[in-house]
């Protein structure tokens, strides 16, 4: 199976520069279209986050989607707390320095 080779060949100077012009024009038009929509997807972030918080703010409750999230109302276990070591038994082997 063979592959098929394309290659690009400029035969002058101003060919080539233009050419890299092009790509370099070319390449930073999509890295500005792309922080574009990053930009736009934060500003809706944002206008729905402010939208929610004055919702809550004016009612003095949370939309139905968002009441839910956090809610679940876990109790601690007492049998499953960890209590630190001693002073002693928290020293590194070999530190007798303290």
Excluded: C
């Excluded at 729905?48 to 004016?58: E, N, P, R, S």
């Excluded at 956090?70 to 082997?93: C, H, I, M, Y």
């Amino acid at each position: 199976m063979a592959h098929k080779v394309i290659t690009l060949n400029v035969r002058n100077r101003a060919g080539a520069i233009a050419l890299a012009a092009v790509a370099l024009v070319l390449g930073g038009a999509l890295l500005a279209f792309g922080l574009l929509l990053l930009a736009g997807l934060v500003g809706a972030g944002a206008l729905i986050g402010a939208g929610v918080m004055l919702y809550h703010k004016l009612t003095g409750r949370w939309p139905r989607r968002f009441a839910t999230m956090g809610s679940s109302r876990a109790t601690l276990d007492p049998a499953k707390e960890v209590f630190p070591q001693s002073r002693a038994e928290r020293r590194l082997p070999g530190s007798e320095i303290e």
